[in-house]
C-alpha cells in the first residue's frame, strides 16, 4: 500500500519520460550510428553541493551525460537479456534519468573510482550512486568530471524492487 505522496512520485516518474533519451538510446541499442552521448540533465544545486562534500570535486554547472558506453553497460547488465538482471528493460525507464537526478533522495559515495573516465589530473574519476525512491528504488552510477568539460557520465543505471514481505 502506498502512501499519497508515494503515488505522486510514481506519477511523476511515470510521466517524466524524456523522448531525445529515448530516441537517442533506442537508436543505440538498434544500432544505428548517433552522437557519443546525450545530455540527461543539469545537476541541481542541491547535488552540486553534496557531491563536492563527498568527493571533494567541483562540479558547478555540470551536466549528466548518457554516452555509448553507458547504454551498452546499461543493457549488458539490465537489459532485456541482461546479465544481472532486467531491471532496465523498458527504454522508457533508462529515458526517465533526467528526473531521478532532479529529484533525487541521496548521492552515495564510496570511495570507488573509475579508469573509464579521468578527472582534470587525469586520475580515476569517482563513481557516485544517486537513488530516488519510485516503486523501488532507482538508481545512477556516475562519474564524477570535475574538468573543463564539465560533465559527469552515466556509468550504469538499474532499478531494485521493493521487497514485500
Wanted: net charge neutral; glycine share 6%; charged share 35%.
Amino acid at each position: 500500500m502506498h502512501t499519497k505522496k508515494e503515488l505522486e512520485i510514481i506519477r511523476h516518474f511515470n510521466d517524466s519520460i524524456d523522448r531525445e533519451v529515448y530516441d537517442f538510446v533506442k537508436a543505440a541499442i538498434d544500432g544505428e550510428d548517433k552522437l557519443n552521448y546525450i545530455t540527461i540533465a543539469f545537476l541541481p544545486k542541491k547535488a552540486e553541493l553534496e557531491i563536492e562534500r563527498l568527493t571533494g570535486k567541483k562540479v558547478t554547472g555540470s551536466r549528466v551525460v548518457l554516452d555509448i558506453n553507458g547504454i551498452k553497460h546499461i543493457e549488458k547488465r539490465h537489459g532485456k537479456e541482461g546479465k544481472q538482471d532486467h531491471s532496465m528493460k523498458n527504454i522508457e525507464d533508462i529515458a526517465r534519468m533526467g528526473y531521478v537526478i532532479m529529484n533525487f533522495d541521496k548521492i552515495i559515495y564510496e570511495g570507488v573510482t573509475t579508469t573509464g573516465y579521468l578527472d582534470e589530473n587525469g586520475e580515476p574519476s569517482p563513481m557516485i550512486k544517486i537513488e530516488k525512491k519510485i516503486d523501488g528504488t532507482y538508481y545512477i552510477v556516475e562519474a564524477v568530471n570535475s574538468s573543463k568539460r564539465k560533465r559527469n557520465y552515466v556509468i550504469t543505471a538499474y532499478i531494485k524492487e521493493n521487497k514485500t514481505e
